[in-house]
């Protein structure tokens, strides 16, 4: 939604969400906000614990009855594995998306990496549409006056316009930037660094493996080494996703820069950097 600066200022249960890439600080700025009597709503953590919890029970039980010992145990319901997935540490999501590649490198064969992808965006889209819902039981079972909504960077590649228009009738949408050619590239090497699995639109993807396959002289997906694939095609998701977060926020919302959110140190300095971003228009 938009507001004007009064509008904002007398907006007594403040609804929020936080758009941007993976490493731009939507995590910590929500983690923060949790201090100061806000409600935190992770969309990744629900997708884990509501949407996808099924799917990850199913694939960790599969590999745990490979090992005998286990596969024993778990037969008499000896014993029993669940999902702990926490708002900061979204591993066991992340395991399930996977890596695309070489299966005896760990990586995901591109049939079942397609369908896990498929997956993952209907729960995304779920996670979304639950938002009215926790918005409503935030303030009147938890008590929280104000929520943000800490959204999956893939937001913008769903290709699903119902989620944002939600979104933008529900909350106001705040789109968080890298500041500078200079952290865009630091952003890039972390991810590249330590790579972890993503979500890519269908088309995006395809184009991407295709690309990829004939500048490394490659036939098949699983040919292809997890990590390096990972490594290789981050940048061009970055790239790709930047005109349509701000496809997003241009009519939607407003937008911050990530050196913006770096200076917050306290629900004050959140509401100021807000406020001025509301009116400068």
């Known amino acids: 939604m938009k507001l004007n600066l009064e509008e904002f200022k007398a907006w007594k249960n403040k609804k929020i969400t936080l758009l941007g890439m993976s490493g731009v600080g939507k995590t910590h700025l ?8 806000w409600f935190h ?5 629900r997708i884990g614990t509501r949407y996808l919890d099924e799917p990850i029970m199913d694939l960790i039980k599969q590999q745990a009855m490979l090992v005998p010992f286990l596969r024993d145990l778990m037969r008499k319901d000896w014993i029993y594995i669940r999902n702990n997935i926490k708002v900061d540490d979204l591993g066991p999501v992340l395991s399930f998306v996977g890596k ?22 209907e729960a995304e889209i779920n996670a ?39 979104l933008a009738q529900h909350t ?23 790579p972890k699995p993503l979500y890519f639109r269908p088309a995006f993807l395809e184009e991407q493996i295709e690309d990829y396959l004939r500048e490394h002289q490659l036939q098949y997906a699983a040919q292809m080494e997890p990590d390096a694939f990972t490594r290789w095609v981050f940048p061009r998701l970055f790239h790709s996703r930047i005109p349509r977060y701000e496809a ?11 050196s913006q959110v770096n200076q917050i140190r306290d629900e004050g300095d959140f509401l100021e950097m807000v406020e001025l971003t509301i009116a400068a228009g």
């Not at 929500?30 to 009597?37: E, F, H, K, Q, V």
């Not at 938002?131 to 893939?154: C, Q, W």
């Not at 705040?174 to 330590?194: G, H, P, S, V």
């Open 172 to 194: 106001l949408i705040l789109y968080i930037k890298t500041a500078d050619d200079k952290e865009e590239e630091e952003l890039i090497r972390r991810a590249q660094r330590w």
């Open 248 to 258: 997003i926020a241009r009519p939607y919302g407003y937008t911050v820069s990530s």
């Open 128 to 166: 979304i549409r639950d938002i009215p819902l926790f918005v409503r039981k935030a303030r009147e079972i938890y008590g929280y006056p104000h929520f943000i909504n800490d959204v999956a960077g893939s937001l913008c590649d769903l290709e699903e316009s119902g989620s944002v228009e939600l």
């Open 41 to 45: 709503y992770s969309v990744d953590y």
């Open 30 to 37: 929500a983690s923060m906000l949790r201090d100061y009597n």
């Open 100 to 121: 695309l590649g070489n299966p005896e490198l760990s990586g995901v064969p591109l049939e079942e990496f397609r369908h896990r992808q498929a997956l993952y965006r």
